[in-house]
């Protein structure tokens, strides 16, 4: 039987690329979108999930019944929370009160145990969702803490199978691999793997504005005044994960939260891919990368689209949310007039 899988899980990873065809027109390379929304918990992080969690099993840490905790309200949480209902084992996460309503349901409809932590206190209080998750592991016996940002197992998962897909998918054509940066998982395991196969390939990451991993690439220094709050949910950091391999970027290029919005929006309706506000992040990126870097007609780029959009719906794709924000009023009529500019 093809096309037939034990459980859940056996659909992780080998997700297909789409060429783009409207929205980097202007860019002369072929420009593919890798879809990890086509993972079962329709985000990249299902790769980090399964991959660390076997890892563990593999160690003998995990039994049935054991625990995993992490901090996240975000993608992680949701693939963890899967790969535990078919693997046996408890899922606890402590996410900040900052998180909305709607997300704290998905992870518990997937059978979570939600903790909610106060936001506004310094990350070393302990009622802060670091030091509460800690504090969870360390008295739960034969758990483990997933530690996304600081865990080598993250950007294994993506060297082992995010890189040889792409290798793969473009028979070794790839000449520029653009990704948003979190905790750098995903950019730093895909580099690796495909700068061991072609070290001329070029590695770019998406930074946010607001985040201090642009800054730190290129002066090796945190430098505090670049942090300020934004809206992109899932890149940029205020501070520095072991996850993410500096030396194997070429290049950061710094997006802002309206021209990410737009472009997510404008995605999804000229090529009809709705992905989540990180997908108009790495199309920014990739514009804004074409305007200062000669690109030809030989290249191929692969760009990474973390996840689904399904979950920005009362987000990005809310007019009245975007209206919020003082992006425009009604933005869906007005994209010709935006991207003039
Ligand atoms: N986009 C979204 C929506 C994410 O949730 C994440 C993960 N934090 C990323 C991009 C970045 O991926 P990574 O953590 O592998 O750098």
Excluded at 258 to 263: I, K, L, N, V
Aim: aromatic share 8%.
């Amino acid at each position: 039987m093809t096309n037939v899988y034990e459980n859940i899980l056996g659909l992780i990873g080998n997700t297909p690329m789409v060429k783009l065809n409207t929205v980097t027109k202007d860019i002369p390379a072929t420009v593919y979108a890798k879809l990890e929304s086509y993972n079962p918990g329709h985000s990249t992080k299902d790769r980090i999930a399964i991959h660390i969690i076997e890892a563990a099993e593999e160690k003998g840490i995990l039994k049935p019944g054991s625990t995993v905790v992490e901090t996240t309200s975000g993608n992680t949480g949701f693939s963890l929370a899967m790969v535990c209902i078919i693997k046996g084992y408890q899922c606890i996460l402590a996410v900040s009160d900052k998180t909305k309503a709607e997300k704290i349901a998905y992870l518990k409809a997937l059978g979570a145990t939600v903790y909610i932590c106060p936001a506004n206190v310094p990350a070393d209080d302990p009622r802060s969702y670091y030091e509460v998750a800690k504090r969870i592991h360390e008295e739960t016996p034969g758990s483990i803490y997933i530690n996304q940002y600081f865990n080598e197992l993250n950007v294994d998962a993506h060297y082992r199978t995010t890189g040889p897909e792409i290798w793969e998918q473009t028979q070794g054509k790839i000449t520029h691999l653009i990704a948003c940066t979190g905790t750098g998982g995903t950019l730093s395991g895909s580099a690796k793997y495909l700068k061991e196969k072609n070290p001329d390939i070029k590695v770019i990451g998406v930074d946010a504005s607001g985040s201090i991993l642009k800054g730190f690439h290129e002066t090796g220094e945190i430098n505090k005044d670049e942090i300020h709050p934004y809206q992109i949910e899932g890149m940029g950091k205020n501070l520095i994960p072991s996850a993410l391999h500096f030396e194997l970027v070429d290049e950061f290029v710094r997006v802002n939260d309206e021209m990410s919005a737009y472009r997510t929006r404008e995605i999804a309706l000229k090529e009809a891919i709705m992905g989540g506000y990180t997908t108009g992040a790495v199309v920014q990126g990739l514009i804004q990368y074409g305007i200062s870097h000669e690109l030809s007609t030989e290249d191929v780029v692969v760009a990474i689209f973390p996840d689904h959009g399904s979950r920005y719906i009362t987000k990005v794709y809310s007019d009245q949310w975007m209206a919020e924000q003082g992006f425009l009023n009604n933005c869906v009529h007005n994209y010709e007039e935006v991207f003039k500019t």
